[in-house]
C-alpha cells in the first residue's frame, strides 16, 4: 500500500514476516521510523512497542497505526481550506523561526545545498497560505487522532508547494536539501487539498489499532518517543528492527524541514498532552554518521553496541541490518557477537526497495540471536 507520508527509512517486510509470525510475546521496535514492522505485526494479530527518537517519525507512525475517522476528517479538512482563505490577510512576520540548516555551533547541515533556511524553499506567497493553513488546523475543533491527520496532510503538502518540487516527478524527494534547476512549486491550497485526498484514500483503506503512549500502558500499540538506548527492555518482548545503517541518511536534518513547521502549530501541545512530557527535537541522541556533528563509524559503532547490549537479555533479538561494505559489515557482526553471543546471519534481497539514496542495494542482512 501506498505510505501515508515520505519517510527515508527502507521497510524490510520482507526480511521480518516470518519472525514476526513465530512470535508469541509482544513485539518491540526501538528504531520504529515510519512504524513498517509495528504496523506489520499488528495486522498479523500481535501486539507492539514501536519506539523513536524523532517525532516527525512518531506522527507518522501514529497516523499509520492508529488512523483518524474518516468522516469526520473529510469534515474536518474542507473547513481548514476555507478558515485558511479568510485567514490568510491576517498572516503577519512569514518568516519560519529558527529555520536555519546549521548546528548551534554554525556549521551546516550536512545535507544542506541550496539555501540556509528552510523558509527560502517557499515562494512567498506559499509562505503565507501555509501559515494560514496551519493556523487554520490550530483552530480546529475536533478529536486528536484527526487533528494528527491533519498536521500530516499539511507537513505532505509542503515539499510540493516547495522549490524541491519538479514537475512529474512525483512527492518523493532526494535525501537532502537540494533545489533542482527546473522547479514548479505547487500552490499550497492545491497542494494541501491533495494531500487530504490521499490521506481520506488511506483513512479509508487501513485497519486501525487501539494506541496508548507509555511502556506501563495497555493497547495493541504502544508508541513512544524516546531514545532507543534510554528503554528499559523486559526480557518477555521480542526485538525485531532496523537501526539506521552506516549509509548516512539524515532522519533528523532531513526531518527538520517538516519540523520547523510543524512546531510553531498546536502539535508539541497536542503531543504533549498525549505523552505526558515535553516533545524535544535531539539531534545529539540521534545514531547515525555524520562528520558534520564529529560523529564519525567509530562513535556510530559505540552507540550501536551500547543498544546491542541494552537489548541482550531479550528472549528473542532480530536485528536487520543494510550494508555495501564487507569491512564495515564485518565490524556489525563483531558487534553482534560481543554482545548478544551466537547468532545465525541470513541474507535477503528485497527489491521492491525504492533507491533511497547513492548506497540503495536490496541486500539486507538479517541476525538473529541463539543464545
Ligand atoms: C532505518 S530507520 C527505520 C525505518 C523503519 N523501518 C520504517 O518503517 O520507516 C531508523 C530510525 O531510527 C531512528 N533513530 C535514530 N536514532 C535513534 C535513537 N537513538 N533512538 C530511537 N530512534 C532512533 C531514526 O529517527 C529513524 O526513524
Not at 38 to 67: C, F, T
Not at 281 to 302: A, C, H, K, M, W
Amino acid at each position: 500500500m501506498r505510505p501515508v507520508a515520505r519517510y527515508w527509512g527502507r521497510k524490510p517486510i520482507e526480511a521480518v514476516r516470518r519472525f514476526i509470525q513465530d512470535t508469541d510475546s509482544v513485539i518491540v521496535d526501538p528504531f520504529g521510523g515510519s512504524g513498517a514492522i509495528i504496523s506489520e505485526a499488528l495486522g498479523m494479530g500481535k501486539r507492539g512497542i514501536y519506539v523513536d527518537l524523532n517525532p516527525y517519525a512518531w506522527l507518522i507512525a501514529h497516523v499509520q497505526i492508529a488512523g483518524a475517522p474518516t468522516k469526520e476528517f473529510a469534515k474536518a479538512s474542507g473547513e481548514v481550506i476555507e478558515r485558511a482563505m479568510r485567514l490568510e490577510s491576517d498572516v503577519k512576520g512569514m518568516d519560519l523561526p529558527g529555520d536555519w540548516l546549521f548546528y548551534g555551533d554554525g556549521k551546516p547541515f550536512l545535507k544542506r545545498r541550496n539555501f540556509d533556511r528552510v523558509s527560502q524553499f517557499f515562494p512567498r506567497e506559499n509562505l503565507r497560505r501555509l501559515r494560514a493553513l496551519l493556523m487554520a488546523i490550530d483552530y480546529t475543533n475536533t478529536s486528536s487522532n484527526t487533528k494528527l491527520a491533519l498536521y500530516l496532510s499539511f507537513a505532505n503538502a509542503l515539499y510540493p508547494s516547495s522549490f524541491m518540487n519538479r514537475r512529474g516527478a512525483g512527492s518523493w524527494g532526494v535525501p537532502s536539501y537540494w533545489v533542482p534547476q527546473v522547479s514548479s512549486p505547487m500552490d499550497a491550497y492545491e497542494a494541501f487539498r491533495r494531500a487530504t485526498r490521499r490521506m481520506l484514500v488511506f483513512l479509508r483503506r487501513i485497519r486501525t489499532y487501539s494506541v496508548c503512549y507509555s511502556l506501563d500502558c495497555d493497547a495493541e500499540a504502544r508508541l513512544i518517543l524516546g531514545d532507543a538506548n534510554g528503554i528499559n527492555y523486559d526480557p518477555e518482548w521480542t526485538l525485531i528492527t532496523d537501526p539506521p545503517f552506516t549509509d548516512e541518511v539524515q532522519y533528523m536534518e532531513l526531518s527538520f524541514f517538516y519540523w520547523v513547521w510543524l512546531r510553531i502549530s498546536e502539535l508539541p501541545n497536542i503531543m504533549r498532552e498525549l505523552l505526558g512530557r515535553d516533545v524535544e527535537y535531539s539531534f545529539e541522541r540521534e545514531l547515525v554518521i555524520n562528520p558534520r556533528r564529529g560523529v564519525q563509524t567509530v562513535q556510530y559503532l559505540d552507540r550501536l553496541g551500547e543498544f546491542l547490549s541494552r537489548t541482550a537479555n531479550l528472549r528473542r533479538r532480530i536485528l536487520i541490518f543494510h550494508e555495501e561494505s564487507e569491512k564495515r559489515l564485518n565490524r556489525v557482526r563483531e558487534l553482534v557477537r560481543r554482545f548478544w553471543g551466537s547468532y545465525r546471519e541470513y541474507v535477503i534481497l528485497i527489491d521492491t526497495q525504492r533507491n533511497i539514496g547513492p548506497r540503495g542495494g536490496i541486500k539486507y542482512f538479517v541476525f538473529e540471536a541463539l543464545s
